[in-house]
């Protein structure tokens, strides 16, 4: 080809020759739209007519908008509790799995069963375990505990339905993060723990001095990755909390739902966009933090 | 370079494909062959003149009675006889024309299609129109058209629609017709009036005999359960109740006329007169489900229920011992008004801002929804929006319909209440409303925060 | 010495009575399910007492599915789509993710950026434009048009990208001093090296793509291009009330993926392995 290139320019070209499958795909099909909807945020738009610009109109009525708000609040609270929950478990599993014990592989395997199924599988098994007057569950409570039958907790509903979503999060992809956990676990050294032994470490210690300060950035990865996937809920509250008209009641509405229903149904494109950059800022500071807090302790 | 080379492969597949259209369409006609000709012709010219007198060429080809092909939006395609049966009626009438039907699925359908609808270049002519927020949607997307020109030209009296056209109507105009019009009676399970030794409901009832009557039938013996009614989890099942009396609507903003009912539903929830909603939601019960069950004695629903049971019970899939004896009246009504106000769904056609073929597309949908397409419904057990005596007589003599007189005169529908008329933030109100009706349902909310809660809402959605 | 192991017994004892509940939570909701698919609906919510299999197993279930749905056409459907993403994921992630890894040039940062930044962002914000621009491409209703969403997402960049940067860097250049060409060293060093991620995003993407059910509800409307999941939930639209009929769906959904799982499981540990380090 061109002789006058120079070599950065032509290592250039090899370079851009890698991506440009993968980047021609995705840039046009991924990139553009997503800087699109980026834009539309100070727009307003249905889909059809012409758009007009908006300002910060948009991002002013989100201030006064009661749904909006408690998406907000309902997706932070099962953040905060999906990603620590979904962390520990998935380690204290990695952990037991790493030892050397009978049947290991079968047990890894059904820890990975709940996040290869479908969802719309699940959920059905799922509610039907937590059927507040039928479920197996709910029956263990009454005959078992003796739970009175006012008193049976309604798991779809108020209070109870993030706490739902939370612990059907945490059994869906606890074998995920459980699998990335377990390699982590495999890249630590024996030999460090075999030293700890002849010091006479207990195995808490072992844990707290050699194990979760060799996880660090294993945990970084499965924190970042933990904490974008909550805030990016959505099937989990329509199909554990919908029904009826599929809307969802202000106690389990989440961001992406409000999201798509500003969206698809009422048709207001700007303002669902204005919506997605309160997401995007949020899950982009929190991913901030946690990089600069890795930094810290590296 | 580049630039020219995509644009004159662009214009050369664009006359390609219309030229191939030309021709697939057209009969031998000597006019036809030539424009085709011309047109593969001009393509290494031109592109833009090119396209418009394909186009021409399609209309010509319409107006003069050659093939046309309409895509249809539909859905549910396979549970729902009438699609194919008007299809194949209208075959019939208009020989010349194909309509293709795509099932969009009834779940999400209006997100679909209006999805479908978004920006230019849809493929559909006819679209079906499920519910009014979806219509007031595609009505702002200026995605469908306003039928009133063809309405006036062709004459259409749209009186005979009952009232509903009316209340959706956009600013004078009008931008689809309904062809199916259903009504919500109360249905009941004879049997189970029969082992208590209880008469029948009537045609006549205020809403405290019907909540008397709900409350005798019920039994909450643990195994042999028998609730005097039962409400699906949709939010007209309840809140519409209030509407009946013709002096308040969805749309007022002040929802405090609703708590009455609401009391009444709840209470009876909890004296196990009904399921509970929470119960199911979690477990997505359908509504043919709890009352094929046989242990429900009464259930508000919309006439499109008679078709299915109908139908199921013949095939079998319904247990006749269970739900075979049947019955239904008019919905109870308030305290001083007169029986047969009920809530009224209308199903509707439309034609796309898209087509190319809108005079076909309206023929299409002036059938449907005229009498001959009354007829094809109204034989599939459906009721048609326009009611003549004779599709009455129709669906009161299928057989499988309950012959007592009582059900017969329940068809008898004195004032229609759309379950949302239009409105031009109707897709909003109608979320809000939904959803306040969850909280309320599910006891999240008392029912004096919920209305509370709904006021706030709608009257801040329309500010 | 001997109270020691007691306790390294008790200690034993204690990890595999954890290891059953887990496993237990893990596999109960399957049995449940495989139990209810061959129910009557009546069966399905009995508690006292409850019976895993039914006195007269409800098996037509099995064969309802295939003949109530086209239930064929859209395994076919769900199969072609998903094995023509996955590989192309495969091919040009792996390919890119090479370039980012090892390979300095201009604008490298930003580039990577972009991929990185539309992992934040929930698809239904850019679905809209991005059907209508799909449409003006003619890709409505096109198995094509899902492969073009699912088959370059950023995801797969950055995992195969995190696990090639573990590759010691020496490899290549002791291959560059050789006189081998990028492409080379791509093909014959790290594509070999790289068997453990590959199957890791094998997995990932086969079973994004299988489960799937927003893009092709979107885009996929006529009945002979729809897919499994677009089936399961025709079925619980239209026959709701058929629990047993829903389960018997969903087994059938969950076979090919536990099967693909399976033949790569042993590798996938790996290939977490090295993506997962490095963070």
């Known amino acids: 080809m061109a002789k006058g290139l120079s070599r950065q320019k032509k290592r250039d070209l090899v370079a851009y020759s890698f991506i440009a499958p993968n980047f021609i795909g995705f840039a046009v099909f991924t990139l553009v739209p997503i800087v699109f909807a980026f834009a539309l945020a100070f727009f307003n738009w249905d889909g059809s007519n012409p758009i007009t610009f908006a300002g910060l109109s948009n991002f002013k009525q989100l201030t006064g908008d009661v749904f909006f708000k408690a998406a907000l609040k309902n997706t932070i609270i099962y953040c905060v509790g999906t990603v620590p929950l979904t962390m520990i478990a998935s380690l204290a599993l990695a952990i037991v799995l790493n030892q050397k014990v009978v049947g290991r592989g079968i047990f890894r395997t059904l820890s990975f069963f709940p996040y290869v199924a479908s969802l719309v599988a699940v959920t059905s098994v799922w509610k039907m375990l937590f059927h507040p007057s039928k479920g197996p569950i709910n029956n263990i409570l009454y005959t078992v505990f003796h739970v009175p039958m006012e008193q049976l907790p309604q798991w779809f509903t108020g209070g109870l339905v993030l706490v739902s979503m939370i612990l059907f999060s945490v059994w869906k992809y606890m074998g995920y993060y459980m699998v990335i956990y377990l390699a982590g676990l495999q890249g630590i050294s024996a030999e460090l723990y075999e030293a700890a032994s002849l010091d006479g470490a207990n195995t808490w210690q072992k844990f707290q001095y050699i194990t979760w300060p060799q996880l660090r950035s294993t945990t970084f990865f499965v924190v970042v990755m933990l904490t974008i996937n909550c805030f990016k809920v959505y099937d989990i509250a329509i199909m554990l909390a919908g029904g009826g008209s599929g809307e969802l009641t202000i106690s389990s509405t989440v961001l992406v739902y409000y999201i798509y229903q500003k969206a698809f149904i009422d048709w207001k494109l700007g303002y669902s966009s204005a919506v997605a950059m309160v997401l995007f800022l949020m899950v982009f500071v929190v991913t901030m933090i946690q990089f600069r807090g890795q930094k810290k302790y590296q | 370079m580049k630039k020219k080379l995509l644009s004159v492969l662009l214009a050369t597949s664009m006359v390609m494909s219309m030229a191939g259209c030309g021709n697939s369409n057209s009969q031998p006609a000597a006019s036809n062959d030539n424009a085709a000709e011309t047109q593969t012709q001009a393509a290494e010219t031109e592109a833009a003149p090119q396209t418009e007198a394909a186009s021409e060429a399609q209309t010509a080809d319409a107006a003069g009675g050659d093939a046309v092909t309409l895509k249809w939006a539909i859905w549910d395609k396979e549970s729902t006889p009438y699609w194919q049966a008007l299809v194949d009626a209208y075959k019939e009438v208009a020989p010349n024309v194909t309509i293709e039907m795509v099932d969009l699925g009834s779940t999400d359908y209006m997100t679909v299609l209006a999805t479908e609808l978004s920006g230019e270049g849809s493929d559909f002519d006819v679209v079906t129109i499920k519910d009014v927020p979806g219509y007031a949607t595609l009505v702002q997307k200026n995605a469908i058209l306003p039928l009133d020109d063809y309405i006036s030209a062709d004459g259409i009296d749209l009186s005979k629609y009952a009232g509903t056209t009316d209340q959706v109507t956009v600013d004078g105009s009008l931008y689809e017709l309904p062809f199916r019009n259903d009504f919500w009676v109360l249905f009941y399970n004879k049997d189970l009036f029969d082992a208590k030794g209880v008469a029948y409901p009537t045609n006549d009832m205020t809403f405290d005999e019907y909540d008397a009557l709900a409350r005798e039938l019920t039994d909450t013996t643990f195994g042999s359960q028998v609730y005097g009614a039962h409400y699906h989890t949709w939010r007209s099942a309840v809140q519409l109740f209030a509407v009946l009396d013709g002096k308040h609507t969805i749309l007022d903003g002040d929802y405090e006329f609703m708590k009455p009912y609401y009391e009444m539903v709840l209470n009876q929830e909890k004296d196990g007169v009904c399921r509970k909603y929470t119960d199911l939601k979690a477990e997505g019960l359908h509504y043919s489900a709890a009352f094929s069950n046989g242990d429900v004695a009464m259930m508000n629903m919309g006439s499109w229920y008679v078709a299915t049971l109908i139908a199921s019970l013949q095939s079998g899939e319904y247990d006749a011992d269970l739900c075979g004896n049947w019955g239904m009246v008019k919905y109870p009504h308030a305290e001083g008004v007169e029986p047969g106000s009920t809530l009224g769904t209308i199903t509707g056609l439309s034609v796309t801002s898209a087509t190319d073929t809108p005079d076909e597309a309206w023929n299409f949908v002036k059938w449907v929804s005229g009498e001959e397409g009354a007829a094809v419904m109204a034989a599939t057990g459906n009721f048609p929006a326009i009611m003549t005596d004779e599709a009455m007589d129709l669906i009161t003599g299928l057989d499988g319909f309950p012959t007592d007189d009582a059900s017969k005169e329940a068809m008898n529908v004195s004032n229609l209440y759309l379950e949302v008329p239009y409105a031009e933030n109707v897709s909003e109100i109608n979320s809000a409303l939904d959803s306040y009706h969850g909280s309320i349902m599910s006891g999240e909310m008392t029912i004096d925060e919920g209305i509370a809660a709904m006021n706030e809402a709608v009257q801040a959605i329309k500010n | ?279």
């Open chain 3, 1 to 279: 010495m001997k109270s020691a192991r007691k306790k390294a017994i008790a200690g034993k004892v204690l990890v595999y009575v954890i290891l059953i509940i887990i496993a237990a939570l893990m596999i109960i909701p399957f049995i449940w399910m495989l139990s209810a698919s061959i129910k009557s609906d009546r069966e399905v919510f009995q508690m006292n007492p409850f019976v895993l299999i039914p006195e007269n197993p409800k098996w037509s279930n099995y064969h309802d599915i295939w003949t109530k749905i086209p239930m064929l056409k859209f395994v076919e459907n769900t199969v072609f789509l998903t094995i023509v993403v996955t590989f192309l994921q495969l091919l040009t992630s792996s390919f890119a993710a090479y370039s980012f890894a090892k390979l300095e040039f201009k604008h490298k940062n930003t580039l990577f950026f972009a991929y990185i930044a539309t992992i934040a962002m929930p698809w239904q914000v850019y679905m809209v434009p991005q059907f209508i621009m799909m449409r003006k491409f003619g890709l409505n209703d096109k198995l094509l048009a899902i492969i073009c969403l699912q088959a370059f997402s950023a995801f797969g960049v950055f995992m195969m990208k995190q696990f090639y940067e573990d590759i010691p860097d020496e490899l290549c250049e002791a291959a560059r001093i050789d006189g081998m060409s990028e492409y080379r060293i791509y093909a014959s060093i790290m594509l070999p090296l790289s068997k453990p991620a590959l199957s890791t995003l094998t997995i990932f993407t086969f079973v994004n793509t299988w489960n799937d059910y927003l893009g092709p509800l979107i885009y996929l409307k006529s009945e002979a291009k729809k897919t499994i999941q677009l089936g399961l939930k025709m079925f619980i639209s239209q026959y709701s009330s058929d629990y047993g009929l829903i389960m018997a769906g969903s087994v059938l959904s969950l076979i090919p993926v536990l099967a693909v799982f399976l033949c790569l499981q042993k590798y996938f540990v790996e290939g977490v392995a090295s993506t997962g380090l490095k963070g």
